[in-house]
């Protein structure tokens, strides 16, 4: 089965990012690590700075259920922005886990909404990048 991690805006930055938010691994390095715990997945990376580019990605594999076991989305700013992302998120049948590096919640008050939670199966946040191994876990 294959899974597709979306990074939303500035998320190609980790590891130069605010490292005191973000930490400093790469996520290039970190899919490294994925790669090697999910040898059964074939886990596919998708990183986009535009909001368009994002909702074409998950239309690209949301309804192929016989190949993708789901999408983990973290959307960046876009989660607390985009009706768009969250439209197209609610469209299609594949499920998609929310995931955020740091924990939102105890962030800057517009980073408490998510408007894609509610379209989306779940949501992992606060746990660095093992967000991401845990979101695999959960659509595994």
């Known amino acids: 089965m294959k899974i597709l991690i979306i990074n939303g805006p500035n998320l190609n930055l980790l590891g130069m990012r ?37 909702v074409d990605q998950i239309q690209r594999v949301g309804y192929d259920i016989d190949e993708y076991a789901g999408i983990v989305l973290n959307a960046g700013a876009y989660t607390h922005t985009s009706l768009a992302i969250a439209d197209a998120i609610a469209a299609v049948k594949l499920p998609v886990v929310e995931v955020h590096i740091s924990n939102v919640a105890a962030r800057e008050e517009i980073r408490r909404r998510s408007f894609i939670a509610p379209v989306c199966r ?15 876990e959960a659509l595994l």
């Open 18 to 54: 605010q490292p005191e938010i973000y930490g400093t691994e790469s996520m290039e390095q970190y899919l490294e690590f994925l790669k090697e715990c999910y040898k059964e997945a074939d886990i596919e990376y998708f990183q986009s700075n535009h909001e368009g580019d994002i």
């Open 122 to 136: 779940g949501t992992i946040a606060g746990f660095g990048m093992d967000s991401y191994r845990l979101a695999i």
